[in-house]
């Protein structure tokens, strides 16, 4: 089946840093990816909708200076968070829609700011 | 703006019971509906779909019922397992756009 691989599963950097996390479909392509991110106890809410070769279409409430999206073939997206912050400890997950039913999505990557 | 929501935010059943999760959903322009199963620190897997023009879908012991009307979902698990213990979410897409809307999300606890 369709497989959206999502790299690195966690990670812990210091408040200021960035921290890019890599969304790849790897036997499919994906000329859209969707980014989410989610709160503990809480639902997924849609950041950014990735579009290959185009900027991405950010939700309303998400600053695209601060979360930038690359989407440079169709097999990769990138989200970089920039300039962390504790408040942006979340976990954040990557998705897209192959031939086969239902989106697919990433395993996902928790990010802790310290 | 619109969303998807859920009645119940945990459901406790006995192992071996059937499970019933609900959601209701407020966009009537959607087309497309999707539950999916998570666990915990894993992204969610897809477990079964409907489109809008039906109202019942089957699968291995997972049934979907879309009731338009009420703009109304439910998801029915068969002889519920332990390893059915999640956090079930039900997703919509508006067919104006290709992005799915989640909705609160329902965890299930199984008890052997």
């Known amino acids: 089946g369709a497989v959206v691989s999502q790299h690195p599963s966690w990670v812990i950097c210091k408040s200021g840093t960035s921290v890019k996390i890599e969304c790849r479909s790897l036997?499919?392509?994906?000329?859209?990816m969707f980014w989410y991110r989610q709160f503990p106890k809480q639902s997924l809410m849609l950041m950014a909708t990735?579009?290959?070769?185009?900027?991405?279409?950010?939700e309303q409430g998400v600053e695209k200076d601060k979360f930038l999206i690359n989407h440079a073939s169709l097999t990769l997206s990138t989200l970089t968070v920039t300039s962390a912050h504790p408040e942006d400890s979340s976990f954040y997950i990557c998705?897209?829609?192959?031939?086969?039913?239902?989106?697919?999505f990433g395993s996902g990557t928790r990010l802790t700011v310290v | 703006g619109e969303s998807v929501g859920l009645h119940l935010p945990t459901l406790s059943v006995q192992e071996g019971d059937n499970s019933i999760i609900n959601c209701a959903y407020s966009?009537?322009?959607?087309?497309?509906f999707i539950w999916y199963k998570q666990e915990s620190g894993k992204g969610p897997q897809f477990i079964i779909d409907?489109?809008?023009?039906?109202d019942k879908r089957q699968g291995q012991r997972v049934t979907v019922l879309l009731n338009k009307t009420v703009k109304h979902l439910s998801l029915q698990i068969a002889a519920t397992q332990p390893g059915d213990s999640a956090v079930y979410f039900c997703?919509?897409?508006?067919?104006?756009?290709?992005?799915?809307?989640f909705g609160g999300g329902t965890r299930l606890m199984v008890k052997p």
């Open positions: 036997d499919f392509q994906a000329t859209t």
């Open positions: 990735s579009n290959e070769g185009s900027k991405a279409t950010y």
């Open positions: 966009n009537s322009a959607s087309d497309y």
């Open positions: 409907i489109r809008s023009n039906m």
């Open positions: 997703a919509e897409r508006n067919n104006a756009g290709n992005m799915l809307t």
């Open positions: 998705s897209a829609r192959p031939h086969s039913p239902g989106y697919t």
